[in-house]
């Protein structure tokens, strides 16, 4: 599976972006795909993940809950995160992610397999 993130960019507070990430290979196998992020000098951590088994589930960190959507397009093989209201603690680089399995482990990011390159999210206050 090959990712490719767009989308990132230079934003005000308050304002609104949409991270794209298009899959290709074999993309039937990723049955979990996930956004995390690294901002400067930090780890990398979880933002939100989305699961397909038996239906269609998503998970958020706290600190983007009710504030960023993540969806993907079966159709396109793309994954999205939507991302309002953003904050200046948004700011960072931004990274989707794949996997084949479930498990309770999804916000971790070494039990990914399959990543994209990052693409930068600024927010100025």
């Known amino acids: 599976v090959q990712l490719q993130a767009s989308g990132g960019g230079l934003v005000q507070a308050g304002e609104s972006l949409r991270l794209s990430c298009a899959a290709s290979?074999?993309?039937?196998?990723?049955?979990?795909m996930a956004w995390f992020r690294q901002a400067p000098g930090k780890e990398r951590e979880f933002v939100a993940v989305?699961?397909?088994?038996?239906?269609?589930?998503?998970y958020y960190a706290d600190s983007v809950k009710g504030r960023f959507a993540i969806s993907r397009d079966n159709a396109k093989n793309t994954l999205y995160l939507q991302m309002n209201s953003l904050k200046p603690e948004d700011t960072a680089l931004y990274y989707c992610?794949?996997?084949?399995?479930?498990?309770?482990?999804?916000?971790?990011?070494?039990?990914?397999?399959?990543w994209g390159q990052g693409t930068l999210v600024t927010v100025s206050s």
């Open positions: 992610a794949a996997r084949s399995a479930y498990s309770e482990s999804y916000y971790l990011s070494n039990t990914y397999t399959y």
């Open positions: 290979g074999r993309t039937f196998s990723s049955n979990v």
């Open positions: 989305i699961i397909w088994s038996s239906g269609s589930y998503a």
